[in-house]
């Protein structure tokens, strides 16, 4: 499992401008406001070939009772908590400030490592500004400029080596590991014991009742399974249990530790936010997906609302348009069992592979059926197409302009794709390159 790494200090301190330093793109808003960044942001980063999760956090600021900042300070508290280490960063124009102290008290209480980054020292010649930052009462600062680079490669390097050994998963190799997603309290774990038949997690109406994600094998016809149910944040503290809404970093573990991904939601609530950006999280990381709507018996029906409801999961859920729904209870056992047939189709068409002929028939007819548009009054062609790997399906085509090929066509070869070869309740990964020379 990826380390975690956390952002955490002040507003307006350089947080997310450290944070797209390190994950080498723009994928934060940095502004100079404080309080900009007020949800947490997540990349996953490879630095020296060693990959972790990188969290952006809203500003931590300890005095304040604004309503916005109370909420980011918790926010902040729960990323404290998920991660394996955590980087405190300062502000080396404006100086030491009680703010500081403060939170340097909260995390020494941490046990486990934390970082302390004086940012905004831009050469040598500013050193001098970080010696006031000794009233932390810490034996080691950093020096940095998040803009510029100055210092962060050193940084980094003691970072890289302070994370936990990584853990190896226990002999289930053959196994479809199977994630149960989704907030609190839509039935994950009363979906997990009606599929094992029996009560091997705790099943509870109190959101949040489970406290670690369990992982349960059982076979079903000759064929393995780990199921994970997972509810959020590990050793939880009192802020965490209130906020449980805010804990996605779980389910970001155990999306990178399972084969399909089930995204639970509740009929009465519809799609949410959260749920939206946890499916957007599956759908990023190349995982199976399934979309199950539980608790269908406890809407009232007429012939319209199945329809209706499945409208708008997929209006609300556009980049989730191959995931088969379900609608199911996992209190009366209604359709339970098509999730498991449903897990069976989906794990097998994210490791379906496709030969290079019936490929390159297939291609050759899309491109009849619609040419791709002009660039700079050139004909793109596509000239070859192969599929390089699966989970999730990997195609590279090789055209003579690939940066002349819309995203609009793009989506075209896809829906021609998947018309053509399935793979339901997975993505598809279409890279573009230059055509190969002789």
Not at 41 to 69: H, Q
Not at 225 to 236: M, V
Not at 313 to 320: C, G, P, Q, S, T
């Amino acid at each position: 499992m990826k380390p975690i790494l956390a952002i955490v200090g002040r507003p307006n301190v350089g947080k997310s401008t450290l944070f797209n330093r390190i994950a080498g793109g723009k994928k934060a808003i940095v502004y100079d406001e404080p309080g900009v960044t007020r949800d947490r942001n997540y990349a996953d980063v490879m630095w020296d070939d060693c990959p972790f999760t990188l969290i952006d956090t809203g500003g931590f600021e300890p005095v304040s009772k604004d309503r916005i900042f109370v909420q980011m300070r918790e926010q902040c508290q729960l990323a404290m908590e998920e991660a394996d280490v955590v980087l405190l960063v300062l502000d080396g124009k404006e100086g030491f400030t009680p703010s500081d102290k403060e939170i340097g008290n909260i995390l020494r209480r941490l046990n486990k490592p934390v970082f302390y980054i004086v940012n905004k020292i831009d050469g040598p010649h500013k050193e001098e500004k970080v010696f006031e930052f000794y009233g932390l009462g810490v034996d080691n600062l950093f020096s940095i400029s998040a803009e510029h680079g100055y210092g962060v490669n050193d940084l980094m390097d003691e970072v890289i080596g302070s994370f936990p050994k990584a853990v190896e998963e226990e002999g289930d190799e053959d196994a479809t590991k199977v994630a149960m997603l989704g907030r609190p309290n839509v039935g994950k774990s009363s979906l997990v014991n009606r599929i094992l038949g029996y009560r091997r997690v705790l099943v509870d109406d109190v959101p949040g009742t489970t406290r670690d994600s369990i992982d349960t094998r059982f076979e079903r016809e000759g064929k393995r399974y780990t199921l994970i149910d997972t509810a959020g944040i590990r050793r939880k503290s009192r802020i965490s249990l209130r906020l449980e809404k805010y804990s996605i970093v779980e389910a970001l573990r155990t999306i990178d530790r399972c084969d399909v991904a089930l995204l639970l939601l509740d009929p009465k609530e519809g799609v949410t936010d959260q749920d939206a950006r946890i499916g957007g999280f599956i759908h990023e990381k190349g995982k199976g997906c399934i979309i199950v709507v539980n608790k269908w018996d406890t809407i009232e029906k007429d012939s319209q609302t199945l329809t209706q409801f499945e409208k708008e999961i997929r209006e609300d859920l556009k980049y989730l348009s191959y995931a088969p729904i379900l609608f199911i209870s996992a209190l009366t056992g209604q359709r339970v069992k098509k999730v498991l047939d449903t897990i069976d189709q989906v794990a097998a068409e994210a490791k379906k592979r496709i030969s290079t002929s019936p490929l390159n028939r297939a291609l050759e007819g899309w491109v009849k059926k619609s040419q791709p548009p002009t660039f700079r009054t050139r004909q793109v062609k596509m000239n070859y197409i192969t599929q390089v790997s699966v989970a999730p399906p990997t195609f590279i085509i090789y055209t003579n302009f690939p940066e002349g090929i819309h995203f609009s066509y793009e989506r075209y070869l896809l829906n021609q794709m998947r018309e053509t070869f399935g793979f339901e309740g997975v993505p598809i990964r279409l890279q573009f390159r230059k055509k190969r020379k002789g």
